[in-house]
């Protein structure tokens, strides 16, 4: 028997063009963003083998709306569907309070891999130089200078023996990364031939050359019940939860699958402390400002106050004269912080189809305790039961926004909008700091600072001094009458190719 090794050590822009930071602020964003440490002690994660999600979506967002399961990180495998006729969009996939990771995939034999992670943690994709087929890796900012690296991986049964060279490749150089001062990998490995109890291979030499990788790469691995079981099929260990620290996981439970999916789901608690962001707005209460006093605060000799000025230096002082006032005679509007994840109500569900959604759960634990048909059977019918109950609350909730579109348009097309293939919207931007580092924009308020500067270190400085006269030109050539047919117009229109 052997045991996985431990980790060893473990210049500016130009005068007349520029604009302030206060005045890009004061023009385009009403929130503050304030960066607060989270004041829990983990990470509530997700896991599963969809077997194509697109059609499990509905019941993903009900176990994400369920008061216990307030996950800040999901993985998913098997993303796609067998022999698509196209390819699932990232849009068609997204779900409301996340950040959807994908894998890149363009062959429609591609089943891929997915991370969502809550938009109040700071993540970032990230890539490697190693050409595995199927994962998606994002690090996330912790407390202090911790770092986390997430990965979803999917191999293959079928995979060829150069990628899953490069699949324990990958596991090593991830391992050597300095950065991360926590690293966990998820996914379906498809090893069925290790007994992840023992650490043993049953003398298959592509399963040992896997198990000596993860040895190299110093991690754990936690999963060690079947996460497969399929009627008539032996139960198998497939999917895997890797980490560079023992006690990195907690509260592992093995959960029904999604939909009739064999995979079943595990739900744990990643141990670390992070940051959350945007925890706290200002707004102006435009309602109690006193416009009055503030037209007559405003009332000035603009043309002395502006004269000899170039456009980037009027628009400075008319936007700091305005501010002054702004803030003098409108109020500010302060909401309360909230550290708890925000809950969605992604699909309304009756209190029947609830007690449904539970009697699934405790049918796949008795299967899985048991092993017998009869009890799988039991869980088959309630499961189905379940998926019709969603999709009835699903069409019933489209039915009532469509019905109240008149009445309550904004439901109408936040919902529509939420169906796009494709969403609107600026993605993240790099630009270099202050100490000439490479970064990337988190807020929108450094997004509207970044293309601020991008746009004014491009705009035209005009010489000083008047505009040059234009001398007008004398034209000598007269211009000739020239008279047409109406028979000749008619011809040229009717040979028009068109």
Request: net charge positive.
């Amino acid at each position: 028997k052997r045991t996985p090794r431990r980790q060893e050590g473990g210049k500016g822009q130009k005068e007349g063009v520029r604009r302030s930071k206060n005045t890009v602020n004061s023009q385009i964003l009403t929130e503050t963003n304030v960066n607060k440490v989270m004041d829990f002690n983990g990470i509530q994660c997700f896991y599963t083998n969809a077997d194509s999600l697109p059609n499990k979506l509905g019941e993903l967002m009900t176990r994400i709306q369920d008061g216990k399961n307030s996950y800040e990180v999901i993985g998913i495998t098997e993303i796609y569907p067998k022999n698509c006729r196209y390819m699932p969009g990232k849009a068609e996939l997204q779900i409301e309070g996340y950040e959807l990771f994908l894998s890149e995939s363009t062959s429609f034999s591609k089943r891929g891999a997915a991370l969502y992670i809550n938009k109040k943690l700071k993540s970032e994709e990230i890539k490697f130089k190693e050409k595995f087929e199927e994962s998606v890796w994002a690090q996330i900012k912790l407390n202090n200078n911790d770092m986390l690296l997430l990965g979803c991986i999917y191999k293959s049964p079928s995979s060829s023996p150069e990628n899953l060279d490069e699949l324990n490749k990958l596991l090593i150089t991830v391992s050597k990364e300095k950065k991360f001062s926590h690293i966990m990998v998820m996914g379906d490995f498809n090893f069925p031939k290790i007994d992840w109890k023992n650490w043993l291979t049953k003398g298959d030499k592509i399963s040992e050359n896997f198990v000596e990788s993860i040895r190299d790469s110093y991690m754990f691995q936690h999963v060690t019940e079947n996460t497969r079981m399929r009627e008539n099929c032996e139960p198998s260990t497939l999917d895997l939860i890797l980490t560079n620290d023992e006690n990195m996981i907690e509260e592992l439970n093995y959960t029904s699958p999604l939909g009739n999916s064999d995979h079943c789901s595990l739900e744990f608690i990643l141990k670390c402390y992070c940051e959350e962001k945007s925890c706290k707005t200002e707004r102006w209460n435009y309602f109690k400002g006193d416009y009055t006093s503030m037209n007559t605060f405003l009332q000035c000799d603009w043309n002395d106050i502006l004269k000899g000025k170039n456009a980037g230096q009027q628009f400075d002082i008319f936007m700091t004269k305005f501010n002054e006032a702004k803030n003098k005679y409108i109020p500010h509007m302060n909401t309360k912080a909230n550290n708890k994840a925000k809950k969605h109500n992604y699909i309304p569900l009756d209190a029947k189809t609830v007690q449904k959604i539970k009697k699934k759960h405790r049918c796949w634990t008795r299967y899985r305790e048991t092993g017998d048909k009869k009890k799988y059977q039991e869980y088959a019918k309630t499961r189905n039961q379940v998926k019709s109950a969603i999709r009835k609350a699903k069409a019933n909730m489209e039915k009532e926004i469509a019905q109240n579109a008149k009445s309550n348009p904004k439901i109408f097309w936040k919902y529509a909008n939420s169906k796009r293939k494709t969403n609107t919207g600026i993605s993240e931007l790099k630009f270099k700091s202050e100490e000439g580092e490479e970064r990337k924009t988190t807020t929108d308020k450094e997004k509207a600072e970044v293309l601020a500067s991008f746009f004014s270190s491009v705009f035209t400085i005009e010489p000083e001094g008047d505009l040059p006269l234009m001398h007008p030109i004398e034209v000598k050539q007269e211009c000739i009458e020239k008279t047409y047919k109406e028979s000749e117009i008619l011809k040229l229109l009717q040979n028009l190719d068109v």
